[in-house]
């Protein structure tokens, strides 16, 4: 086995084991009882001097050159070729008798077993098609037709050609028709060129003297002509230069007015901008002394004012503590009585708000305890949600855990029933089944009569085997185990089938020994 890469200009055709005709890939695995070629897809040139007979029986030399080469764009289904693991070709995949690959891949394979390579092979498929086609095709026109319909003809063959290459999977990628020539003893296209020589020769000397002529005589017309437009161009000129002349001075004119003009209205400008200057400075100054000497006043005035104002309020502070000092004590046995009551009142209202706030507060911390008790109870039920969610999500992994760990064991003991059989054996099932037997007949004193009344009894006068009847039950017992494994698939454990074989053999032999003895 070894993996096949392709030149940029090549492709790979596989063959054999798990392909069913041919497998054009860039790159793939190649398995044993496969084979690998590669091949190129470069288009060739096939250039050939063909020698054909027009509709007219007049024989010539067709030179041709032909680029043709695999065509890699038709691909059809295969550009989509299935693959499965291995490499090999999928199953149910057909060949695309459109793929031109396929078609130029069994085109060289046909060479193997030819004494020339698969490029001559090609090469002389591809000559005679284009030999053979060209033929049919100039023997069906004539040569006025051929020489006159030069694109039609060239297309006609292209046609004709590249219908034929298709089934080999070729393309034509350029084709070149080149001048046409005559045969071996044949002077047609000779004496069509001296007949045209000719024509053109004396034809030519004509053209000559009636160049000469046209030459003369516009030369003359030309040079009257020239000297006319020389002189009308002069004077105009000169006028031109007049008027150019004239409209300068005149601009300049204009030019030095407004730039006196402009220079006249900068300097009062300037002039303007230095007076508006300075007066604005005064105008600044006196501002700021204005403002001083308005806030010196302010200043003084506030000073005198203050003073004044404390004097004032001193003297009404003492008369009004004077007037006072005598209601206060008129008031006071008169308020003593009202005051008492306002208190009492006031103590009751002060009681009842009490009592009403407190009612309130014990409301308000019931209300807030409910609530607090109720997001307590929402948060622990969520976190108990996601508790079981992610218990429920971790006993679903220990789940899957244990299937897979339950089916690497099953491949390892040779499938269900012998993980089934270690499983009992290694949880102890048999011997807890065997305990179950020994509890349900302990105590029991069973007593087994057993009657033969077969050719072995002593009525057919025969020997008495009490032991033939358990060994039949044992012959028995294979048998039926096997039909239980046939309908339920469960096996039980060797060493079990061991123990029932070793024992019927013995009681086997035991029965043998006592016959020979007899």
């Not at 289904?77 to 199953?91: V, Y």
């Not at 086609?133 to 023997?139: G, Y």
């Not at 003297?315 to 209601?327: G, K, L, Y």
């Amino acid at each position: 086995m070894s993996y096949r890469i392709s030149a940029p200009d090549e492709y790979l055709a596989i063959t054999g084991m798990g392909i069913r005709t041919v497998k054009i890939t860039k790159a793939s695995w190649v398995w044993p009882l496969q084979r690998c070629t590669r091949f190129s897809v470069q288009p060739r040139d096939y250039a050939m001097d063909l020698r054909a007979m027009t509709r007219e029986k007049l024989q010539f030399a067709l030179p041709v050159v032909f680029t043709v080469g695999p065509d890699v764009n038709q691909r059809g289904a295969n550009s989509r070729f299935d693959e499965t693991a291995d490499g090999q070709e999928a199953p149910g995949q057909r060949e695309d008798r459109g793929d031109a690959l396929v078609k130029y891949a069994m085109l060289l394979a046909q060479s193997n077993d030819k004494k020339y390579s698969n490029v001559d092979h090609v090469a002389s498929i591809v000559k005679g098609i284009i030999e053979g086609e060209t033929r049919v095709l100039v023997s069906s026109m004539t040569m006025e037709e051929i020489f006159t319909e030069r694109e039609v003809f060239k297309k006609r063959i292209f046609r004709n050609i590249q219908s034929e290459l298709d089934q080999f999977g070729l393309k034509i990628y350029n084709s070149n028709v080149k001048e046409l020539k005559d045969a071996e003893d044949s002077v047609y296209f000779a004496s069509l060129s001296r007949k045209a020589h000719e024509g053109a020769t004396n034809q030519a000397r004509i053209d000559v003297a009636d160049a000469q002529l046209l030459g003369n005589v516009g030369e003359a017309q030309r040079k009257g002509q020239q000297e006319r437009e020389i002189a009308k161009i002069n004077a105009e000129t000169a006028v031109q230069k007049t008027e150019r002349d004239i409209e300068r001075a005149q601009a300049e004119a204009r030019l030095n007015t407004q730039q006196t003009g402009l220079n006249r209205d900068v300097d009062i400008a300037r002039v303007q901008a230095t007076r508006a200057l300075e007066s604005k400075d005064e105008d600044l100054k006196r501002e700021v002394e204005i403002k001083r000497a308005a806030a010196e006043v302010e200043r003084l005035r506030a000073k005198d004012v203050v003073k004044a104002t404390i004097a004032r309020e001193s003297r009404e502070q003492a008369a009004t503590a004077a007037a006072f000092e005598v209601t206060a004590q008129a008031r006071a046995n008169q308020d003593a009585h009202q005051h008492a009551a306002d208190a009492q009142a006031y103590k009751k209202r002060l009681d009842a708000d009490a009592e009403k706030d407190a009612k309130q507060r014990a409301a308000d911390a019931d209300a807030y305890r409910m609530r607090l008790e109720a997001e307590a109870y929402n948060f622990a039920e969520q976190q108990n949600a996601e508790a079981n969610v992610i218990r429920q999500i971790k006993d679903a992994e220990g789940i899957s855990a244990m299937a897979e760990a339950y089916a690497k064991m099953a491949n390892a003991f040779g499938g269900p029933s012998g993980l089934l059989q270690y499983m009992m054996i290694e949880k102890g099932t048999y011997v807890e089944l065997a305990k179950a037997n020994a509890e349900a007949i302990r105590g029991l004193h069973p007593k087994i009569s057993v009657w033969n009344t077969g050719s072995n009894g002593e009525a057919s006068g025969g020997s008495s085997d009490p032991a033939s009847a358990m060994r039949n039950v044992y012959q028995m017992l294979p048998p039926l185990m096997t039909t239980i494994n046939e309908q339920t698939g469960i096996t039980l454990p060797e060493w079990q089938f061991g123990r029932m074989n070793a024992g019927m053999q013995a009681m086997s032999e035991g029965t043998n020994g006592k016959k020979s003895n007899t």
